[in-house]
């Protein structure tokens, strides 16, 4: 499947602060998008991360002084920023100090990055971190003022513990937060701003007893699609996943849990007014009674018979409770794919049910692509065919953007039976 920034050149300005380090990650993560990156650096930021560092990482020279010759250039010895201003198709700078802000607002070319900003007419990303009262001085607002006025893009920092020791506003925006800003300006969808989403993933784990238990082959991999893209189209999103050998993504809100009763109340509690819940996970429908303390031996205890109890069905819950305003679910079968799914959104009373078929080569557990079908609680039917879960996620958010579009946002704290009196 083609990635979402194939093809296109970003460049990414390092300037010099403590949240250098986390240009590295967003370096990965373009790439990861299919992105050829070129990175400038302030000389500053080059005390905070060795230019080796990016180099490696990204596969060109990094270059920080404005007279800095490009030694990548086909044709031969080139002015870097002038070359690489005409064929970036954005610009991201990240971090952004308070001394960068000043002095890209005011126009200076006394560095590679300065140069290549006066030269390049790509859409440029700014993502700022600072100590806070430099964040708030009315100097670095009008700076920031000034660069959105000529058509930046600014991914606001969050608040949180800064370097400084203090708390406050100031912190590097999460990373896919800025990859988000990246695909928006080179024409990504953001129809998730200001929506909650929390995206359960992954299998659960059942002890049977300290060593043993019951589990199945879920990746956790189609979560983790729709929880990046959904961040990546604005969305905050809280991601709670069973045990895992895939990466995780990047996200701020990861929630790891173990069992159906640990997912069970880590979804619950997330899901309290959040906007769509998508129950991606793998919930184990059975659990041991009880799960034995020391490791059974086979000689002493027969392992032939273990009493299982149900799980909690979390999603029945949901669509039940209604905690949040839209309710996905999944349905993998092997086998009357359509029938099973039409029959889980009922039962479970959910607005949307993705349903897919596994345990083929093809489609499944652990593979690349999904053969899935979007079942509406309307009745309407989306086939999606055999695509890559990176499709399914897209398609997937698709229809819950636009479910919500349906309703005006809801606060975070208003209550489930509020709405509904609400609406009569
Ligand atoms: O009933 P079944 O397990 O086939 O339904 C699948 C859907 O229900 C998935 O969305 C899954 O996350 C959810 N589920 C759940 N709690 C369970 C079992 C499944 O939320 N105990």
Redesign the pocket.
């Known amino acids: 499947m083609a990635t979402p920034l194939d093809n296109r050149v970003v460049v990414l300005g390092v300037t010099g602060g403590i949240a250098a380090y986390k240009a590295v990650e967003l370096l990965r993560r373009l790439r990861e998008l299919g992105a050829d990156v070129h990175v400038a650096m302030t000389r500053a930021a080059t005390s905070f991360v060795g230019p080796l560092t990016f180099e490696a990482l990204s596969g060109h020279r990094v270059f920080s002084d404005v007279l800095d010759l490009d030694a990548g250039g086909a044709a031969g010895v080139q002015i870097g920023h002038v070359a690489l201003a005409q064929t970036a198709s954005a610009v991201v700078v990240a971090p952004a100090t308070a001394d960068f802000l000043a002095r890209a607002a005011a126009g200076r070319a006394d560095d590679a990055l300065g140069a290549l900003l006066l030269a390049t007419r790509a859409p440029l990303v700014i993502a700022p971190a600072m100590e806070h009262h430099m964040w708030s001085h009315p100097a670095t607002r009008a700076n920031v003022q000034t660069l959105v006025e000529r058509g930046a893009r600014l991914v606001e920092p969050d608040e949180g513990a800064l370097a400084s020791g203090a708390t406050g506003r100031g912190r590097l925006a999460a990373i896919e937060a800025i990859v988000g800003a990246v695909l928006e300006a080179l024409g990504g969808k953001r129809d998730l701003v200001g929506r909650r989403l929390v995206v359960?993933s992954g299998p659960t784990r059942e002890p049977i007893d300290p060593v043993r238990y019951i589990s199945n082959r879920s990746s956790g991999r189609m979560g983790a699609a729709i929880a990046e893209l959904a961040a990546q189209r604005g969305a905050r999103v809280t991601l709670i996943s069973g045990p895992v050998s895939a990466p995780l993504p990047p996200l701020d809100a990861v929630i790891p849990v173990e069992t159906?009763a640990e997912m069970h109340r880590a979804t619950m509690d997330q899901a309290r007014g959040a906007d769509a819940v998508i129950?991606?996970?793998?919930?184990a429908?059975y659990a041991p009674s009880a799960a034995a303390k020391r490791k059974l031996s086979k000689s002493e205890q027969p392992l032939d018979r273990i009493e299982l109890v149900r799980?909690?069905?979390?999603?029945a819950e949901l669509g039940a409770t209604r905690p949040a305003r839209v309710i996905v679910?999944?349905?993998?079968e092997t086998h009357e794919v359509l029938e099973h799914g039409r029959d889980?959104l009922l039962r479970?009373k959910a607005d949307l049910i993705v349903a897919n078929r596994v345990g083929t080569a093809e489609s499944g557990f652990d593979s690349d692509d999904s053969e899935a079908v979007l079942l509406f609680a309307d009745g309407r039917v989306k086939v999606l065919g055999l695509v890559s879960k990176e499709v399914v996620a897209a398609r997937l958010l698709d229809a819950v953007a636009e479910l919500l579009a349906g309703e005006p946002q809801r606060s975070r704290t208003q209550a489930p039976r509020a709405r509904s009196k609400a609406r009569g």
């Open positions: 359960t159906a129950m991606a996970a793998a919930v429908d799980t909690p069905d979390i999603l679910g999944f349905a993998a889980k479970k």
